[in-house]
Nanobody
């Protein structure tokens, strides 16, 4: 059974850091891209970053450039999203999703999703 499970969310002050994890099970991560998306209340889901099966990474949100880093550890079947210099506007539910081989900024192109983890940036 294919599963993606996010963790690492919570409450952080502006300017702080947080690392999200996406643990995959039921399939081998090697041939899949993993995208991170987020959805704030009242807003559409937006792509944040993605990492391809060959460790190429892509930004989908200009607002996170220079602040969010994506990485993967295939041996642990895990993808990480390191978030630094967090801002209140980063507050959202963060989701990871799977797509075969390459990244896409279109959420409809991903076939499995995690349940999401809440990130709240507030003082």
């Amino acid at each position: 059974q294919v599963q993606l499970v996010e963790s690492g969310g919570g409450l952080v002050q502006p300017g702080g850091s947080m690392r999200l994890s996406c643990v995959a099970s039921g399939f081998t991560l090697d041939n899949y891209a993993i995208g991170w998306f987020r959805q704030a209340p009242g807003k559409e889901r937006e792509g944040v970053r993605c990492i391809t099966s060959r460790d190429g990474s892509t930004y989908y949100a200009d607002s996170v450039k220079g602040r969010f880093t994506i990485s993967r550890d295939n041996a642990k079947n895990t993808v990480y999203l390191q978030m630094n210099s967090l801002k209140p506007e980063d507050t959202a539910v963060y989701y990871c999703a799977r797509r075969y081989w390459s990244c896409s900024g279109n959420a409809n192109n991903y076939d499995y999703w995690g349940q999401g983890t809440q990130v709240t940036v507030s003082s």
